[in-house]
T-cell receptor, first 114, second 112 residues
Framework: QQQVKQSPQSLIVQKGGISIINCAYE??????FPWYQQFPGKGPALLIA?????SEKKEGRFTISFNKSAKQFSLHIMDSQPGDSATYFC?????????????FGTGTSLTVIP | KAGVTQTPRYLIKTRGQQVTLSCSPI?????VSWYQQTPGQGLQFLFE???????NKGNFPGRFSGRQFSNSRSEMNVSTLELGDSALYLC???????????FGPGTRLTVL
């Protein structure tokens, strides 16, 4: 059972456009939602993360929007660049007193066309 | 500061064999987690170790096991390999729970 569902599976965007990746979760106990970026041959790297006490977090061109009632969160990449071409994973984690146990989405392959 | 290192980077085994993968976390990090990454399933959590104790375990069969040493280095073992075990195995370290996880480059395991 996939605890975190991610869409789309792949995305092609023109340079300068907005890339949007969506995730949905079931477990209301989740309270930490990171996004990871992975380039070929590399491990995932943390891009940006949010906790459910805020509805939006922005870091540079990357924004997470969080909708607690709908149990959904999304990543927006503004002014997308060819260097953003990578696979993006959303994830969710229960409270820290249970240790580290992250549930990942299945990934979105983003291609930004020059 | 050195990142997370994993050895070996590539491994080819045959069905029925066993394999041991190694992970050295970032210095000072006490939590080490292991993930299996496949094209269809994405990243799936295997287990987490903290101070030599398994703190969390994912939904994988008992053929998958791990351990952590006093220096926080961790090993993962898969016994009686199956074709479906072919995957990229990723290790991630963090200071403790809820801190940012830093991933290694992974070990690519191919089971023939």
């Amino acid at each position: 059972q996939q605890q975190v569902k991610q869409s789309p599976q792949s995305l092609i965007v023109q340079k300068g456009g907005i890339s949007i990746i969506n995730c949905a979760y079931e477990n209301t106990a989740f309270d930490y939602f990171p996004w990871y970026q992975q380039f070929p041959g590399k491990g995932p790297a943390l891009l940006i993360a949010i906790r459910p006490d805020v509805s939006e977090k922005k870091e540079g061109r990357f924004t997470i929007s969080f909708n607690k009632s709908a149990k959904q969160f999304s990543l927006h990449i503004m002014d997308s660049q060819p260097g953003d071409s990578a696979t993006y994973f959303c994830a969710a984690s229960p409270p820290s007193n249970t240790g580290n146990q992250f549930y990942f989405g299945t990934g979105t392959s983003l291609t930004v066309i020059p | 500061k050195a990142g997370v290192t994993q050895t070996p980077r590539y491994l080819i085994k045959t069905r029925g064999q066993q394999v041991t993968l190694s992970c050295s976390p970032i210095s000072g990090h006490r939590s080490v987690s292991w993930y299996q990454q496949t094209p269809g399933q994405g990243l799936q959590f295997l287990f987490e170790y903290f101070s030599e104790t398994q703190r969390n375990k994912g939904n994988f069969p008992g053929r998958f096991s791990g351990r952590q040493f006093s220096n926080s280095r961790s090993e993962m073992n898969v016994s009686t390999l199956e074709l479906g075990d072919s995957a990229l195995y990723l290790c991630a370290s963090s200071l403790s729970a809820y801190n940012e996880q830093f991933f290694g480059p992974g070990t690519r395991l191919t089971v023939l």
